[in-house]
């Protein structure tokens, strides 16, 4: 058997694995975490420009970086971004000072459901995320991309169907959870009625 890696590869195993991982930890972990990746996108951008700008630019720090083999401040912002990211959300989806907690309990088969669609949802907003940084985009700057998204781009129709569609990944989540909160709380209501 032949499996070529690719970008498409890389993009269906996350998916995969973030479904799965939503299916094993159940919905009110799978929106904590949803919170979590938006909340820790965020906070990644803005460390990540800010030390971009203040640190980065230095140009003791660009001799520091030759020592890891990182040849642009670029490339060190996208590797600065991802980490920050994926610690913050790591953190905050175990050690998070909150708890998410769905209003009433649903039957199993609603639950799965609704699981597998925020699983699938907060797996297209991770790699929507990741991209977005890997391609030197900011959530919070405009910018314009760098060449090294462009053989991504080029060689992978998933690659640039996330890209080209950030925006709608970055905002469905949420506007499937306002939704769904609405539809919950008036199917409680009907309940008790």
């Known amino acids: 058997m032949n499996i070529d890696l690719s970008w498409d590869l890389l993009i269906i195993v996350v998916f995969a694995f973030v479904i799965g991982y939503s ?3 159940g919905i009110n972990r799978t929106l904590k975490i949803i919170i979590g990746v938006y909340l820790a996108s965020l906070a990644a951008d803005s460390i990540g420009n800010l030390a971009n700008h203040y640190l980065l630019s230095a140009s003791g720090f660009s001799r520091a970086l030759s020592l890891f083999n990182l040849a642009t401040t670029q490339e060190t912002l996208i590797l600065f971004k991802i980490m920050i990211f994926s610690i913050a ?10 708890n998410v907690e769905v209003a009433r309990p649903l039957r199993t088969g609603l639950a799965t459901s609704v699981n597998g669609v925020f699983g699938f949802l907060n797996a297209g907003l991770v790699v929507s995320i990741l991209l977005v940084y890997v391609s030197g985009l900011s959530f919070a700057q405009t910018a314009s991309a760098n060449a090294g998204i462009a ?7 998933l690659v640039k169907i996330m890209v080209n569609n950030h925006d709608l990944w970055f905002s469905v ?18 309940d008790e009625i």
């Open 89 to 98: 959300t790591v953190v905050i989806a175990t050690k998070g000072a909150f």
């Open 173 to 190: 989540p949420v506007i499937a959870l306002i939704i769904w909160s609405i539809f919950a709380n008036r199917v409680v209501e009907e």
């Open 151 to 157: 053989a991504m781009y080029a060689d992978s129709p």
């Open 23 to 25: 299916f094993i930890v």
